[in-house]
């Protein structure tokens, strides 16, 4: 009897748990957003025919976007409202993005997750809580992981100075901040520069365990007259050792970052013309950006030899990025992009790196392009772009492309703005390689189509985004 009691408590216990648990979610304070770019590509130099992105090897999206593989973002976000509600409140939320794109260079209606080579990605790169304007004062704070980036060159997806896309928290009073962001990777197939991951066999069952990069970050504006606004940026790079029974034995490594970001509005008959000009240089293992990619803590190249560090190691980035809206009818938007980077060893070719492969050590890119819109009418605008890229690695030739693009567009919202979106483009890319970039195939194309002096691109795109 005691036991069918007992037995009877238990039961009504876990019932009464479960039924507190349940939640029914009732708010109101749901905001939802969403970007990406969705459509087909088609390359007749290709057999097979299907499209691939023209510009060199190394430089991901510099020298036009247009060509870029499909992507959709969702992003929720919540709001919460602070007790004392004014219009001076704190505004408050949660938000998180759902990354889906494709791989292989498929289609992304044509793949699922158990599609051949993994077809679909699916990711969480931003899920965090941030408090703006706190009781309406001028400090604000987040935690989580973001997308933390600011200005960037669309028309070649180039975040060009402050991307610190990571991990971590940070403060703001005002227009000073300060953020930490901790990034990492489970590099066991040996993709980066700086290993994270590595055996420990201190307790002698081998597991894996990683170390951890510490980045700190300090940014100041400062509003210069009206029209004006400078930036200053400062970081510290810290990579613990990894060096006392463990395997592979690794070393602590540090670096830092300066820079400095002049934003200004430019008066023009149509609003929103602007013009930035940026200035970074990073040293240590902070001298990342490459393919593409701005993230400092990206280590480029190969450590010293001897040290195993990246004592010496730099890189220098220079941008000018403007847009002019001139009237109605015409906008145009042009950008340059130099950056020089060396690993830490001593070698201008190749180096070797932690994990024993033959890399290049130095780098050299730079692209100058423009986009120009024309507003044919309301809903129907004819983008044209001509980019020229030179990559060069380590002591090898110039690598070449001119990059030629139009775009007929229909804009169905009927703005005219190089903002407006959806776009759905018909593209059609031409490029021109010199001989060095052609013979060893420096581009998704020639990977494809072998040794051409031409490279050819068509297809109808849309991109959106909502915010």
């Not at 949660?94 to 051949?116: D, E, H, K, M, W």
């Not at 960037?152 to 009073?173: M, Q, R, W």
């Not at 593409?292 to 010293?304: E, R, S, V």
């Not at 002591?395 to 703005?415: G, H, R, S």
Request: net charge positive; proline share 3%.
């Amino acid at each position: 009897m005691k036991a069918a009691v007992t037995v009877l408590l238990i039961v009504t216990l876990f019932s009464g748990r479960a039924l507190f648990a349940q939640i029914i979610i009732a708010n109101k304070n749901f905001t939802f957003g969403t970007t990406g770019r969705l459509g087909a590509g088609y390359s007749p130099g290709i057999v097979g025919h299907t499209g691939r992105q023209l510009n060199l090897l190394g430089q991901g999206s510099l020298g036009s976007r247009l060509e870029q593989g499909d992507y959709i973002d969702l992003l929720p976000a919540f709001n919460f409202m602070p007790v004392h509600a004014n219009k001076d409140s704190t505004a408050i939320q949660f938000q998180a993005r759902l990354a889906f794109y494709s791989t292989n260079g498929t289609f992304l209606g044509n793949v699922n997750s158990g599609s051949v080579n993994g077809g679909l990605t699916v990711a969480l790169p931003e899920a965090f809580v941030e408090a703006r304007n706190i009781m309406g004062s001028k400090w604000s704070a987040w935690a989580g992981a973001r997308y933390m980036r600011y200005d960037d060159i669309h028309i070649a997806d180039y975040f060009y100075f402050d991307d610190h896309s990571a991990e971590g928290f940070g403060v703001k009073y005002n227009k000073t901040s300060f953020t930490m962001i901790f990034p990492s990777a489970i590099d066991t197939s040996k993709n980066y520069a700086t290993p994270y991951s590595y055996v420990n066999i201190i307790s002698g069952g081998g597991g894996i365990a990683y170390r951890q990069r510490v980045v700190m970050i300090g940014e100041q504006s400062f509003n210069i007259a009206d029209r004006h606004t400078l930036k200053l940026l400062g970081e510290y790079h810290q990579l613990e050792e990894a060096a006392k029974n463990v395997t592979p034995q690794y070393k602590a490594d540090k670096g830092f970052v300066i820079g400095a970001k002049l934003s200004s509005i430019v008066k023009t008959k149509m609003p929103g013309s602007f013009n930035q000009f940026a200035v970074r240089y990073g040293t240590g293992i902070a001298n990342g950006g490459d393919n593409g990619n701005t993230q400092t803590y990206n280590t480029y190249g190969a450590p010293d030899f001897v040290t195993k560090t990246y004592n010496g190691a730099y890189s220098l980035a220079i941008v000018e990025h403007a847009l002019f809206n001139f009237n109605r009818h015409f906008t145009t938007n042009p950008y340059i992009v130099f950056t020089k980077s060396k690993g830490g060893g001593d070698s201008l070719n190749k180096s070797t790196d932690l994990y024993g492969r033959s890399i290049f050590n130095r780098k050299m890119d730079f692209v100058i392009g423009t986009r120009n819109i024309f507003y044919v009418t309301d809903w129907f605008h004819l983008l044209g772009e001509i980019h020229y890229a030179i990559r060069k690695d380590g002591q090898n030739p110039d690598a070449t492309m001119w990059k030629f693009i139009l775009a007929p567009t229909i804009v169905p919202t009927a703005e005219r703005s190089p903002w407006a979106r959806p776009h759905i483009r018909l593209i059609c890319s031409f490029a021109k390689y010199n001989k060095f970039a052609s013979n060893n195939l420096y581009s998704a194309y020639l990977q494809q189509s072998g040794v051409k002096s031409w490279g050819i691109y068509f297809g109808v795109r849309s991109e959106w985004w909502i915010f």
